[in-house]
């Protein structure tokens, strides 16, 4: 597997703060990460705002709503791709996941950063640090060897699976679907101007035909912080679940 060097984080995104006091920490739990009345005040005024843009109609919705929050942009809510029986899948995927404590694996450290600490007890872990002697070996890029380090000690399988940044860690992580690996969602929004685009392409077509639940977006545009928000947008649906507001 010959792959170029991944494109840098562009996204300008500030996806929720992770530094919480503990993953177990229901009673301090917020949505987007508001503690203060003065932050409360902002995170709901925006939120607000993006719902009246957004329709708020299905599960599915929500992570629209989420990826225009993330990127400030209204138009991005019809970039996002949902892979399942239904548009709203993926999310109930995911927010069972949560529910059922199974961990959260990010590409890189900047993703793993944005996951909020709030509303679960999963294990929280990035695949980047990982595979350093199969990159050296092979040439592979190091996100790559990390996904397939990880792949091969079966973190995958029943895992909430997250690629923010690298290409070919998506690229890697379709390989390992195809294989047989079954995490229990996929949330993909690699970014950048080189495989981006074509990753998540693959990643679609891989879990559209092996039934993984998939989010990912067309385009160039992602990165880490959107990755993040969709990701703790699940944390969200299963806190509400959790707490009779919605069924899944």
């Given at each position: ?58 599960l599915a ?40 404590e ?36 092979t ?45 229990a ?64």
């Open positions: 597997m010959s792959d170029t060097p991944e494109t840098p984080d562009a996204t300008a995104t500030t996806p929720e703060t992770a530094d919480d006091g503990g993953s177990g920490d229901r009673e301090a739990y917020a949505d987007l990460g508001a503690t203060t009345e003065a932050a409360m005040d902002i995170a709901e005024t925006s939120m607000d705002r993006v719902h009246e843009l957004v329709p708020q109609e299905t919705d929500r992570l629209r709503a989420k990826s225009v929050h993330a990127t400030g942009d209204p138009e991005f809510q019809h970039l996002v791709r949902f892979i399942g029986a239904d548009e709203s899948e993926p999310v109930r995927a995911g927010a069972r996941a949560v529910l059922d199974r961990p959260i694996v990010t590409d890189i450290t900047m993703v793993k950063a944005g996951i909020t600490g709030r509303g679960h007890d999963c294990a929280v872990r990035k695949a980047i640090g990982n595979g350093a002697e199969l990159a050296a070996e040439g592979m890029t190091r996100t790559a060897a990390a996904v397939l380090e990880l792949d091969s000690e079966g973190v995958y399988d029943g895992a909430i699976a997250v690629v923010g940044n690298a290409p070919t860690a998506a690229l890697a992580l379709a390989d390992c679907i195809e294989d047989g690996t079954r995490p969602v996929v949330v993909a929004t690699p970014v950048g101007f080189v495989k981006a685009a074509d990753s998540r392409e693959r990643l679609r077509e891989v879990c559209a035909a092996h039934g993984v639940p998939a989010v990912t977006n067309v385009g160039r545009r992602g990165g880490s912080g959107l990755a993040a928000g969709l990701t703790n947008e699940l944390v969200h649906v299963a806190s509400d679940a959790r707490e009779g507001e919605i069924d899944l």
